[in-house]
């Protein structure tokens, strides 16, 4: 039996919001050979969407170690720790940022881990962009058939090597599948923080949800919450329900619900979405699932990746009465896997996974198809946004480049980073909302 199937694994995921948080840790511990037993380090990286201690909570899922840290601080710890695997849970541009400092701090040494990325969802939007951000890694992960088929034709269409393009499914999928409707039946509306992103469609998808709970008073309707007021997940969320509900008079069978989307989809009857991944929850667990065609089917929406899916739907068709019934070939290529074969999902990453672990020699260094000859006025920006010079190294004056922070530095450093989170969340949207007058 290889060695790396019976030895003890420290894996160690970056994440930068509390859903790649979930999405890195779940994925560390379903691409991790069969038979190891892994500790698992999780870092956050510090912006304005690191997760609060709630958000971590929701989530679920537990860490052996987990801190904070900033780019230069995550690189530093990879100097002087030394992982089996790693998972960067990061938006593209941290992806591209971080493989070009790990290669500076692995410095030709052939003792590195075997890196992993990503995407937590569906990917509808910037697909040349976010993926050529994250070629360097060992493995590129692609949630379904669909998008394992697009990774490759991008990478092959530049000219990259599209090898580490490996498909698996989302990691967070799970569940007992739907057996018939509950008392009450319960139709759960999962909000999303971008989308859409302004206030008439957001109060307008609201107002439907209040009305549909009215014309239906034997239902119950929820409104299932990503974040609660003052909170950032993935994406900014500018305008929350929350608030948008307040002073409302709403009828008793309608809630607004936090909480892990696994528990609510326990009593869920009806999921409905405007594009958000919990639809392929629920697809997976064969609960009846709409996305919602009222604001159109368009790209900015997302929705528009479910064409094909026999999801789509209108406010007006389920107030009378409409049940959709999915297209079963669509949904066998997006990873959903409601044919029961998610158990086999992750075989291949893994397979991949321990061949790179007990490679002869150890690991060739990182090579992202990005360098500075390849795009010498992109990257460097790439680089420069989390304090790294062209080269990957610490610019001159990045935090935290030299040691760690003392008690001082520690609380002057915890203030500019509230200000900066207040000014994310509360000023800048008024400033855009000023312009928009």
């Known amino acids: 039996m290889p060695a790396s199937a019976t030895k003890s694994l420290r894996v160690a995921v970056l994440a930068d919001s ?43 899922v ?91 034709a991008v990478y092959e269409g530049v000219g990259a090597d599209a090898s580490s393009v490996t498909e698996v499914a989302l990691p967070f999928l799970g569940g007992q599948p739907y057996t018939g409707e509950h008392d009450p039946y319960t139709v759960v509306f999962a909000a999303q923080p971008s ?26 309707v929820l409104l299932k919450l990503r974040s609660k007021p003052g909170e950032h997940t993935t994406h900014i969320e500018e305008l929350p329900y929350q608030k948008l509900a307040q002073g409302q008079d709403l009828p008793a069978n309608f809630r607004l619900v936090y909480g892990h989307m696994g ?42 990746h479910f064409v094909g899916s026999g999801c789509l739907a209108s406010w007006d068709q389920l107030d009378a009465g409409h049940r959709p019934a999915p297209d079963e070939e669509w949904v066998a290529r997006q990873g959903v896997a409601a044919d029961g074969s998610y158990g086999t999902a992750f075989d291949a990453a893994r397979e991949r996974i ?26 460097p920006g790439i680089l420069a946004r989390h304090h790294l010079g062209p080269d990957g190294s610490p610019l001159p004056g990045a935090p935290a480049a030299d040691k760690a922070p003392g008690p001082v530095r520690q609380i002057v450093r915890r203030a500019a980073r509230g200000a900066y989170r207040h000014g994310v969340q509360r000023v800048a949207p008024v400033i855009r909302r000023m312009g928009e007058l």
């Open 18 to 60: 509390d859903t790649r948080w979930k999405w890195g840790a779940l994925t560390a511990q379903r691409v991790v050979p069969e038979g190891s037993d892994i500790r698992l380090d999780g870092y956050l990286l510090r912006g304005r969407a690191t997760p609060t201690a709630r958000q971590l909570k929701e989530v679920g």
């Open 62 to 152: 537990q860490a052996d170690s987990l801190r904070e840290v900033t780019a230069v601080e995550f690189l530093r710890a990879m100097r002087e720790e030394s992982y089996d695997v790693l998972v960067l849970a990061l938006v593209g541009g941290a992806v591209q940022a971080m493989l070009h400092g790990l290669r500076r701090v692995q410095d030709g040494s052939a003792k590195r881990p075997v890196v992993v990325t990503g995407y937590v969802g569906v990917v509808y939007e910037k697909l040349a962009d976010g993926l050529l951000l994250r070629h360097g890694a060992d493995l590129v992960l692609a949630n379904s058939r669909q998008d394992a088929d697009r990774f490759r």
């Open 195 to 220: 989308v859409p992103e302004n206030r008439k469609d957001r109060t307008y998808l609201l107002n439907r949800l209040i009305e549909h709970a009215r014309k239906h008073p034997e239902r119950e």
């Open 263 to 304: 528990e609510v989809l326990d009593r869920t009857d009806l999921l409905v979405t405007v594009s958000s991944t919990a639809a392929l929850e629920a697809l997976h667990r064969r609960i009846p699932t709409v996305v919602l065609t009222d604001l159109g089917v368009r790209e900015v929406l997302g929705n528009h």
């Open 354 to 379: 321990a061949v790179l672990l007990d490679r002869p020699g150890g690991l060739p260094p990182l090579n992202p198809y990005y360098t500075t000859e390849t795009a010498p006025g992109y990257l």
